[in-house]
């Protein structure tokens, strides 16, 4: 069964209508959605479905079903189960989601500031790390932060491009992280592009302008291992 993901195309989506396709073991899969399922780094959407009767279904996390493009909903324990057809009013926790949104648009600027393989990350409502191919003696805390803030001061546009799983072939050089490689298959793969800073396989939420990120702060640089040295941050303020 598939999704439409309507996140994909609209990040700023908080509320939606939609129906319900399966309840199994795992969760409730929609017709259609705007909860974000763990992925790329990314973690998976919180919120509620709303019944017409008035129940609240809190959803507790987001996954990536079976097929290709499908979504599982994680109800929280003791929910009540909704039926197979029944239309659902969707509500993702915003406030979360949208430091989500900012923190993961960060790591994309920072690896302008940074410029080596990514070999790992991760990003969660209150911080967000990438891991670095890199010698620990080039990565200054200090730096990091200055030239990072100063490209989130300037601003920026995000786009997202589509490309064909042959276009991304022919260009290796877009695939910045090691550790995921962008989902083939579907024929087209989803890059964001940030005009001047990045352009990279991502089928995660953004914000619409970088300057909407506010500002960085590095927490914490450490080695976790020859080819891991981790840069951890948090949205400034
Ligand atoms: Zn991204």
Not at 57 to 72: F, P
């Given at each position: 069964m598939t999704t439409e993901l309507l996140f994909r195309d609209d990040a700023y989506l908080r509320t939606a209508t939609a129906r319900v396709l399966a309840v199994h073991q795992r969760g409730i899969e929609l017709d259609r959605t705007i909860?974000?399922?763990?992925?790329?780094?990314?973690?998976?959407?919180?919120?509620?479905?709303?019944?017409?009767?008035?129940?609240?279904?809190?959803?507790?996390?987001?996954?990536?079903?079976?097929?290709?493009?499908?979504?599982?909903?994680?109800p929280a324990a003791d929910m009540p189960q909704p039926e197979v057809?029944?239309?659902?009013?969707?509500?993702?926790?915003?406030?979360?989601?949208?430091?989500?949104?900012?923190?993961?648009?960060?790591?994309?600027?920072?690896?302008?500031?940074?410029?080596?393989?990514?070999?790992?990350?991760?990003?969660?409502p209150d911080k967000a790390r990438l891991d670095f191919d890199i010698d620990m003696s080039l990565l200054d805390a200090d730096?990091?932060?200055?030239?990072?803030?100063?490209?989130?001061?300037?601003?920026?546009?995000?786009?997202?491009v589509w490309i064909t799983?042959?276009?991304?072939?022919?260009?290796?050089?877009?695939?910045?992280t090691m550790s995921v490689q962008p989902p083939r298959g579907a024929g087209r793969v989803r890059l964001l592009k940030i005009p001047g800073i990045d352009l990279q396989p991502c089928g995660g939420t953004h914000v619409k302008n970088i300057a909407e990120i506010g500002g960085i702060r590095v927490l914490k640089i450490r080695s976790e291992g020859k080819r891991n040295k981790r840069v951890e941050i948090a949205l400034a303020g």
């Open positions: 909860f974000y399922p763990l992925g790329g780094g990314q973690m998976g959407d919180t919120g509620v479905l709303l019944r017409a009767s008035g129940d609240r279904i809190l959803i507790a996390d987001t996954r990536k079903g079976e097929a290709l493009e499908s979504v599982v909903h994680v057809g029944e239309t659902l009013t969707l509500e993702v926790d915003w406030e979360r989601r949208y430091a989500l949104m900012r923190l993961h648009t960060a790591l994309h600027v920072m690896s302008c500031v940074v410029v080596a393989p990514v070999t790992g990350g991760n990003i969660s730096r990091i932060e200055r030239e990072t803030n100063a490209l989130i001061a300037r601003g920026a546009e995000t786009e997202t799983d042959e276009e991304l072939d022919l260009r290796p050089e877009l695939v910045k």
